[in-house]
């Protein structure tokens, strides 16, 4: 059987942000504590301090916004 691997990032196009790994580690940390909701991931990442690109808090609407112009 062939060896499987997954190389993490495979189909970023460019070099992971700081931005982008924050934001990453974040969302891991809130689905750690067992949230698998989008209010409760939103209101993880407020809870963690970290604020939308705006600058203001994460909402629903301003979370899929950002995932949306993070997967172009």
Known sequence: MPEQYLEEHQTHPEPISPYEQKLSGAIMEVFGRG?????GLVEGLN??????????PWNE????AEMRRLGD
């Open 47 to 56: 809870g963690l301090g970290l604020n939308a690109p705006d600058g203001g």
């Open 35 to 39: 949230v698998h909701d989008l209010p």
């Open 61 to 64: 609407d301003n979370f899929r």
